[in-house]
């Protein structure tokens, strides 16, 4: 019994069906795992050296039956060999598709009786590949000109602003999730009530004894008043909570006990108390803080608008 797929072909098709299966099984994100894992690919390369290797060892047993058979097995052997039906199917739908055009010494039946400056036409049919690629052609444009000119589907353009619009609320989406990573340079005052409930929560857990709960002060200063020892707005006060106050006045850094998004939320809460009036207020400490960085935020948030409106001008 004689293979009925040469070699060449059986090899790479069983090499790609185990790529493939190791590809869908293994989660390598958007590389291709190969590329994530180089183990994989020292692992196909031995899978590839392996199917040649039984491929060689195969067809050399083989050799040594066929020189163990007397000159009658010889011949029996040959002969079921040319025998065999290879690729027979293939054979038969690739001349099926390529159709039969006539033979040259009988074009003279097909030729056409017009003839431009010696050239001349026959009459052979069309090759069938052809023909069903030029019907799949008028397909394509019949569903594309009904879904695009009549249905009007969004066109490259529209596609494109839903893709960005995506990318852009993905990318607020990340933002949101990756706040616990602030520190006092990227810290923004957080504003929703779920973060400054859980900076109340963790303000009356360990400030109080020292900051008062309605943050009048005692040990430490008052955090209602407009005055700040280490300045105010979110970045100084996350810092201070962070690292500390000064040395030997009681105020801890808070940064090995609380996590970063933790800070932000109670610094947040913190600055809740400006403008409130405690119940027993400790003198002001401190200078009034101006917030420089306001003015320069709000320049700064002009100038990005401009940017959007140009960006989106030029788009158009
Ligand atoms: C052991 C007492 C104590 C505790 C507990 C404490 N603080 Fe303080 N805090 C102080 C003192 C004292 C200062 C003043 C530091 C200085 O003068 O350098 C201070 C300063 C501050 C300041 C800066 C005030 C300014 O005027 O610049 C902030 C903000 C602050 N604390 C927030 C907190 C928060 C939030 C907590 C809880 C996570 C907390 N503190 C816990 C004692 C405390």
Same mark, same amino acid.
């Given at each position: 019994?004689?293979?009925?797929?040469?070699?060449? %072909?059986?090899?790479?098709?069983?090499?790609?069906? %185990?790529?493939?299966?190791?590809?869908?099984?293994?989660?390598?994100?958007?590389?291709?795992?190969?590329?994530?894992?180089?183990?994989?690919?020292?692992?196909?390369?031995?899978?590839?050296?392996?199917?040649?290797?039984?491929?060689?060892?195969?067809?050399?047993?083989?050799?040594?039956?066929?020189?163990?058979?007397?000159?009658?097995?010889?011949?029996?052997?040959?002969?079921?060999?040319?025998?065999?039906?290879?690729?027979?199917?293939?054979?038969?739908?690739?001349?099926?598709?390529?159709?039969?055009?006539?033979?040259?010494?009988?074009?003279?039946?097909?030729?056409?009786?017009?003839?431009?400056?010696?050239?001349?036409?026959?009459?052979?049919?069309?090759?069938?590949?052809?023909?069903?690629?030029?019907?799949?052609?008028?397909?394509?444009?019949?569903?594309?000109?009904?879904?695009?000119?009549?249905?009007?589907?969004?066109?490259?353009?529209?596609?494109?602003?839903?893709?960005?619009?995506? $990318?852009?609320?993905?990318?607020?989406?990340?933002?949101?999730?990756?706040?616990?990573?602030?520190?006092?340079?990227?810290?923004?005052?957080?504003?929703? @009530?779920?973060?400054?409930?859980?900076?109340?929560?963790?303000?009356?857990?360990?400030?109080?004894?020292?900051?008062?709960?309605?943050?009048?002060?005692?040990?430490?200063?008052?955090?209602?008043?407009?005055?700040?020892?280490?300045?105010?707005?979110?970045?100084?006060?996350?810092?201070? %909570?962070?690292?500390?106050?000064?040395?030997?006045?009681?105020?801890?850094?808070?940064?090995?006990?609380?996590?970063?998004?933790?800070?932000?939320?109670?610094?947040?809460?913190?600055?809740?108390?400006?403008? +409130? @009036?405690?119940?027993?207020?400790?003198?002001?400490?401190?200078?009034?803080?101006?917030?420089? $960085?306001?003015?320069?935020?709000?320049?700064?948030?002009?100038?990005?608008?401009?940017? +959007?409106?140009?960006?989106?001008?030029?788009?158009?």
């Amino acid at each position: 019994m004689r293979h009925l797929i040469p070699s060449y %072909i059986r090899v790479p098709v069983v090499f790609f069906i %185990i790529a493939g299966l190791i590809e869908y099984f293994v989660d390598s994100g958007d590389q291709p795992a190969f590329m994530e894992k180089p183990i994989i690919l020292l692992f196909l390369l031995l899978v590839l050296l392996v199917l040649i290797a039984i491929e060689g060892i195969v067809s050399s047993l083989d050799n040594i039956l066929f020189e163990s058979l007397d000159e009658k097995g010889k011949e029996r052997y040959l002969a079921s060999r040319t025998k065999a039906p290879q690729l027979e199917k293939v054979n038969a739908l690739y001349s099926k598709l390529v159709g039969k055009s006539k033979p040259i010494e009988e074009e003279g039946e097909i030729i056409l009786d017009h003839n431009y400056d010696g050239i001349k036409e026959l009459d052979n049919d069309l090759p069938p590949w052809w023909v069903y690629t030029f019907y799949l052609s008028i397909l394509f444009a019949v569903v594309y000109m009904v879904r695009y000119h009549v249905f009007n589907a969004d066109d490259q353009f529209a596609e494109y602003e839903t893709e960005y619009a995506e $990318a852009n609320r993905a990318i607020e989406e990340y933002k949101k999730t990756a706040k616990g990573l602030v520190d006092f340079n990227t810290v923004e005052l957080l504003t929703e @009530t779920s973060d400054l409930n859980a900076g109340k929560k963790i303000f009356e857990t360990n400030c109080v004894a020292c900051h008062k709960a309605d943050g009048g002060g005692g040990i430490g200063p008052n955090l209602a008043d407009p005055n700040w020892i280490l300045g105010g707005g979110i970045k100084n006060v996350f810092k201070t %909570i962070s690292e500390g106050g000064r040395d030997g006045k009681g105020m801890v850094a808070w940064k090995s006990e609380l996590k970063p998004l933790e800070m932000a939320q109670v610094s947040s809460y913190v600055l809740q108390f400006q403008g +409130t @009036t405690p119940a027993e207020p400790k003198a002001a400490e401190g200078d009034i803080w101006v917030d420089e $960085a306001s003015t320069n935020s709000d320049t700064e948030t002009t100038t990005e608008n401009t940017e +959007t409106a140009e960006t989106v001008g030029s788009e158009n």
